[in-house]
């Protein structure tokens, strides 16, 4: 039996070293997949993923479709290929948010109790405490009473300390009261922390849930039965000490037919349609992994086709990977992944073209760029180039009058979407829909608004070396990949031209934006689908470390600055770009002089200080508010939370020490731990549904089995990048040691939430 399993493991690893495109897209989407945000509760990150997903939703769930019927004008400020590629997930994540548990419910045996917020009381005055609290019960024939509750700063009290008392109240004027103690009804929610655990006094009673977002914060549970059953017209908890706290979170009574029914509260943890919307909205994020990983694919497709080997071809493909930002736009809602893949697809099958002649190849490169034009309206710019670069492609070992004559038809192919199928789209959504209003209001009057307006210099500098979001830091293998396109042109000659002409058109074009930047995104978001083609002019330089360079310096300075890429967008992938964003918006911006311009970024704020996010021209132009400084700076304080959560002193340190500080700037954000937080879907499901034991074994179920997927499909992969004697081999089986565990270190996170 071992031997036929050995046999058989042997004969998938060997299938599976014939196919790296495979591969690659196995581990690129295990990849993303693993680090997927949680789409901010339900909200998502980008306002074209909110139309994209509204739309979708509209398609495939509302039968009466009204919000396509109320907001299909947007499609002239966003278009239908999002919304396209959305619709089978919206479809399919709808039974899976229908069936999905109640975050603000705590299951208890027969009925999951509401938490809802009431009035806290407490022994010594102070906001919002009192000494008794009216539950309000409706009037009924009840047989059975639970109180979910949990005490505070009671970690003095002795076990069986009645910290209240519950007093009941029938149609008949009987009044019962009932005894409420530490350490038997409730007790301290923070029972867990090593530093309460020392000091101590009473026992803790099994908690019945955790608290949202803090694993260590404990809901305790106690039942009252009445025999016979009461005809209850009040209730009412009185505290009974001189400190402390006790708070009521939620309440439950059963009548004599069986029927549970909730108490009142003031204000929900989290509505039944916020619960439905999260399910809904937690997998769209999959549509970007997806087109993400196909886009590694592509890369590696076109490095295989402009005639290198399988290794640089792969070496490249995982650059783009793991070292752009494709991997933190994977994990979120934005266009850009689309257009990106799509953009790639056109780009690959214009080579295929090249290399075969056959004309549908170039139909097929038009239709590609077509959907990345229908995906994101500002994608046409690169069409006149991807045409020139196809005629251009044929120019080789050509005259020009025999290069035109023989690209002439796979060009006009190539053009035919946007020759015969956009004319008649438009002339249709015109007779369908409003032309004023979808053309001349929403699509000119959208290229009119924050266009051309910018200083050139402002713009262009600020996509490339800004310190908030130029691209060369949120991508620091360009310092490598880029010096390499003298030798990229040598090797290629026309064929280079898409591969330059596409990053410049979109450069010189978003220099001139208004909001360059992208809005509060993690760097330069319009150069995304750029980034790709920067990186596979690269590829002689990959092809000569991987294949030739003997020196042991050459390959560690790519193995450097590929880790050093991936550690930029780990940083934008394990928190939400948000959160420092919102931080510094909320609690620094108005404690700094010129809101932090007098540091850098006074020529800008003109038109950032008039942006609805915010004035954000400090953290886009100085170094000392930086997101990549701020997110190193909050995770920090994030490791400090997790690994040592009783020492509360270092977490304290660790957010007062802000980047800005240590440039001498005192702008104190009154609230830092309001940046904490860790922006991963198996995360945000552990913290938040703990009560509910069977969502916990799927989001393990998941996790591990994209792991395993990602690990396996690594451990093929590193055997083609490193096929060498062992010295060079062990630079493979110490990247499979560090992802191992690396992915053991994620899972073990997730417990010490």
Do not use: C
């Amino acid at each position: 039996m071992g031997q036929r399993l050995m046999t058989r493991l042997r004969r998938a690893v060997r299938w599976g070293h014939e196919r790296p495109a495979l591969l690659l897209f196995v581990f690129a989407f295990a990849l993303y997949a693993l680090s997927i945000g949680a789409s901010r509760n339900g909200v998502g990150y980008s306002a074209d993923g909110t139309f994209a997903f509204e739309m979708a939703k509209s398609v495939m769930i509302d039968r009466g479709h009204a919000y396509l019927r109320d907001q299909n004008h947007n499609f002239g400020r966003w278009g239908m290929g999002l919304p396209t590629a959305l619709a089978p997930i919206a479809a399919l994540a709808e039974p899976v948010a229908a069936a999905a548990p109640q975050r603000d419910r705590i299951p208890l045996g027969e009925h999951d109790v509401l938490l809802v917020n009431f009035q806290p009381l407490g022994g010594s005055p102070g906001p919002k405490v009192a000494s008794s609290l009216n539950l309000d019960v409706a009037p009924g024939v009840y047989d059975t009473l639970t109180l979910v509750s949990h005490s505070g700063l009671s970690a003095g009290f002795a076990q069986g300390t009645e910290i209240a008392r519950l007093r009941l109240t029938d149609a008949s004027g009987s009044v019962t009261e009932h005894p409420i103690r530490v350490g038997v009804e409730t007790a301290e929610w923070a029972y867990d922390r090593g530093d309460v655990r020392a000091v101590i006094q009473h026992n803790r009673p099994p908690p019945v849930g955790r608290h949202i977002g803090n694993a260590r914060a404990n809901y305790y549970a106690a039942s009252w039965t009445f025999d016979p059953p009461r005809n209850l017209t009040a209730a009412q908890i009185t505290y009974q000490q001189s400190e402390g706290n006790f708070y009521v979170d939620g309440l439950a009574l059963r009548t004599t037919e069986g029927d549970w029914i909730d108490g009142p509260g003031v204000g929900r943890v989290w509505s039944e349609r916020q619960n439905h919307e999260f399910f809904r909205r937690l997998w769209v994020p999959t549509a970007s992994a997806f087109a993400t990983a196909l886009g590694v694919v592509l890369v590696f497709r076109i490095v295989r086709r402009l005639r290198y080997s399988v290794r640089p071809a792969l070496a490249a493909a995982l650059v783009y990977a793991v070292g752009s930002m494709a991997w933190p736009y994977a994990t979120f809602d934005f266009s850009e992944p689309l257009v990106a893949a799509l953009l790639l697809a056109s780009v690959w099958l214009i080579l295929v073209h090249l290399d075969t002649n056959l004309r549908r190849y170039a139909a097929l490169a038009g239709l590609a760029i077509f959907a990345a034009v229908l995906t994101k309206y500002v994608t046409f710019v690169a069409v006149p180039f991807l045409a020139l670069g196809l005629a251009l492609g044929a120019k080789s070992g050509r005259t020009w009058g025999q290069a035109v004559r023989v690209s002439l038809r796979p060009v006009l192919l190539f053009l035919s979407p946007f020759l015969i199928v956009l004319p008649l789209a438009l002339a249709g959504a015109a007779v369908l829909f409003d032309f004023r209003l979808l053309y001349e209001r929403e699509l000119l009057g959208g290229l009119q608004r924050g266009w051309l307006e910018l200083p050139f210099g402002l713009g262009l500098g600020g996509l490339i070396t800004s310190w908030g979001k130029g691209v060369l830091w949120y991508n620091p293998i360009l310092l490598l990949a880029l010096p390499a396109l003298p030798w990229f042109v040598r090797r290629h000659g026309w064929r280079s031209f898409v591969f330059i002409a596409v990053p410049v058109v979109y450069t010189l074009l978003y220099s001139r934006k208004q909001v360059w930047y992208g809005g509060n995104t993690w760097g330069p978001r319009y150069l995304v689908p750029a980034l790709p083609l920067l990186i596979v002019m690269g590829a002689p330089l990959f092809a000569w470390v991987v294949e030739r360079a003997r020196s042991r310096l050459a390959h560690a300075a790519l193995a450097g600055a590929v880790l050093l890429s991936a550690g930029v967008q780990v940083m934008g992938v394990a928190k939400d770009f948000g959160s420092y964003l919102d931080l510094f918006q909320q609690q620094v911006a108005g404690a700094l002089p010129l809101k932090g311009v007098v540091y850098g970024g006074a020529d800008y704020q003109p038109w950032s200080s008039i942006q609805p996010e915010g004035d954000f021209a400090a953290v886009l132009y100085t170094y000392q508010f930086s997101p990549l400084l701020a997110h190193a700076w909050l995770l920090r304080a994030d490791a400090f939370n997790l690994l040592a959560p009783d020492r509360t002193d270092f977490l304290e340190d660790a957010l007062s020490r802000t980047p800005w500080s240590r440039f001498g700037i005192e702008a104190v954000p009154s609230r830092p731990e309001n940046g904490l937080g860790l922006d991963f879907w198996s995360m945000t499901l552990v913290e938040g549904f703990l009560a509910y034991p069977w969502v916990i074994a799927w989001v393990i179920v998941l996790v591990l089995t994209l792991q395993f997927a990602l690990l396996a499909a690594w451990v093929i992969l590193s055997g083609r990048l490193w096929p060498g004697p062992a010295r060079v081999r062990s630079a493979r089986f110490l990247s499979i040691a560090a992802l191992a565990v690396a992915m053991i270190g994620f899972d073990t996170l997730h417990f010490m939430l």
